[in-house]
């Protein structure tokens, strides 16, 4: 009976401390679910992250002054220019022939004006008057297209395109686009912002940009956002743009990188799992 009594306190000890313990753990496992759910409410920053690329604020293209031949060409894609640098060159051969020719022919009709005078022939003189007078304004054409056989660049800035690439006798229309010239400051960075991040972004927010190939951060705020998305690299993409000066023209266009966009603040956990949930929102089937 003795043995009996002792088992059951035995077994009975052994149920009050396997109890126990499990009062324990789950007390700890409170505490850790405590602090966890605290910890997902701790109110953080929302990033943004977007690829972009830098883009000139303004473009200037040179186009073909008339019709004729590029004698010449002295850029090309990549080069940076300076106002005034001549880019190419028209050949201008037609232009100074014509222009010869023209010297005579006015020479001739002040010659027939003279004798007409001389010989009392009014009619031939007024002749002669008409004739100098087609002649001086065919001149004014030919001395302005030779003022322009130079085609220079109107700004500070590098060029963008060329449709000319070191050839020579190449045939050009009056009007036709010969280069597109951009200044290398300020320049406006294009942020592609997807469609999951479009309700998180807004004008005003601030970037911080990095560009492949430099160490140089750079920060500036977004100025516009715009209003129809697009398709960039196959994905929907909202286009907003981030001016910076570019003081020391670092930036030139065309180059490419990241942006970090500090959105507003909210907990961690939605931080960490929005993401997420709104992949597990829309592949569901309702």
Not at 39 to 53: D, L, Q
Not at 170 to 198: H, K, M, N, R, W
Not at 237 to 244: H, P
Request: proline letters at 5%.
């Amino acid at each position: 009976g003795l043995a009996l009594a002792r088992r059951a306190d035995a077994s009975l000890f052994g149920s009050r401390s396997k109890l126990k313990s499990r009062s324990r753990w789950l007390k700890a496992a409170l505490i850790v679910a405590g602090a966890f759910t605290a910890i997902m409410f701790i109110p953080v920053p929302y990033r943004v992250h977007c690829e972009c690329s830098a883009e000139p604020e303004v473009r200037r293209f040179i186009v073909a002054p008339n019709d004729g031949l590029i004698e010449k060409t002295l850029v090309e894609p990549g080069d940076v220019v300076s106002s005034g640098q001549v880019l190419a060159r028209m050949d201008g051969r037609d232009v100074r022939w014509e222009l010869a020719g023209l010297a005579a022919e006015k020479e001739k009709a002040r010659k027939d004006h003279d004798t007409g005078l001389i010989d009392g022939d009014a009619a031939n003189a007024q002749r002669a008057i008409f004739e100098l007078k087609r002649i001086e304004a065919r001149e004014h054409v030919l001395t302005r297209q030779r003022d322009q056989l130079e085609l220079t660049s109107p700004i500070d800035g590098i060029v963008l395109d060329g449709h000319l690439d070191r050839v020579e006798n190449a045939p050009v229309t009056t009007g036709q686009a010969l280069y597109e010239v951009a200044p290398l400051s300020p320049v406006s960075v294009e942020v592609a912002i997807t469609d999951e991040e479009y309700a998180n972004v807004k004008q005003g927010y601030e970037v911080v940009v990095r560009f492949d190939g430099l160490s140089e951060e750079f920060m500036g705020t977004i100025d516009r956002i715009h209003p129809r998305s697009e398709v960039r690299d196959g994905d929907n993409v909202f286009i907003a743009e981030v001016n910076l000066a570019n003081a020391d023209e670092t930036l030139h266009p065309g180059m490419s990188g990241y942006a970090r966009i500090k959105s507003q603040t909210r907990s961690l956990g939605w931080n960490l799992f929005h993401k997420p949930w709104e992949h597990l929102r829309k592949s569901l089937p309702f």
